[in-house]
């Protein structure tokens, strides 16, 4: 019951931000149980025959329970229930994520070009936030950093396609249910594209002013 009361209240703490600007086209139907297997099209995946679709596929289990976080290096995993994971999400422009974080851990660096996101913090806290893009080099607002510690019952919104962060300092897991506006909202997590793509080190050295060896430790970690 807590689960599904917090993801009453984020879908409805993202319904002002879905008015206002929907990352995925209008739906034309009721319903669209996306055929996965046929791969996806402009506007989500083919619909399954509305006849063949059941109950269950309204229902979806898979955010219920907190995933352990000490399988991930970053000691805080990502549960997701995009389309893919949950087909009856298809043209309905939302998706959610659990996190779940032990003390200390992480979720790396990242950005979901498709969509906007909202936190609401089951248990525990997290410091969180994002930074915004370089406007015209205007030091007042560029890569300017809003963040703070986020509490048990507390929110945060994060504009779409901007860099965000999770990290755990307290002293207990922290999970977290997150919303966003779109059935598939891309992730870029930093460290992978950078570290884990197979970018020219010469490339890495100079951006980040480290040595061979330094990236190549990174890229042991990232490419696998």
């Known amino acids: ?132 893009n370089n406007f015209g080099n205007d030091p007042t607002i560029s890569n300017k950093l809003y963040a703070k510690v986020v509490k048990k019952g507390e929110a945060f919104i994060f504009p779409r396609g901007l860099l965000h962060f999770q990290l755990n300092k307290g002293k207990v897991l922290a999970s977290s249910l997150n919303v966003l506006n779109s059935q598939n909202p891309g992730i870029q997590l930093m460290p992978l594209a950078l570290f884990g793509s197979g970018i020219d080190r010469e490339m890495l050295e100079k951006s980040f002013f480290m040595n061979e060896a330094q990236v190549a430790a990174l890229e042991n970690i990232f490419q696998q």
Request: charged share 15%; proline share 7%.
């Open 1 to 132: 019951m807590k689960l599904l009361a917090a993801m009453i209240l984020a879908a409805g703490l993202l319904s002002a931000v879905h008015i206002v600007h929907a990352a995925d086209p209008d739906p034309l139907q009721d319903f669209c149980i996306a055929d996965i297997a046929a791969g996806p099209v402009s506007n989500g995946f083919p619909c399954k025959l509305p006849a063949l679709a059941s109950t269950d596929d309204f229902a979806f289990s898979g955010l219920a329970e907190a995933a352990d976080p000490s399988v991930s290096a970053s000691n805080g995993t990502a549960t997701l229930a995009f389309v893919r994971e949950w087909p009856a999400l298809n043209t309905q422009g939302l998706s959610f994520v659990r996190l779940d974080i032990n003390p200390g851990g992480i979720i790396f660096p990242h950005t979901h070009n498709l969509a906007t996101e909202i936190l609401y913090v089951l248990e525990g806290e997290m410091y969180t936030g994002f930074v915004t």
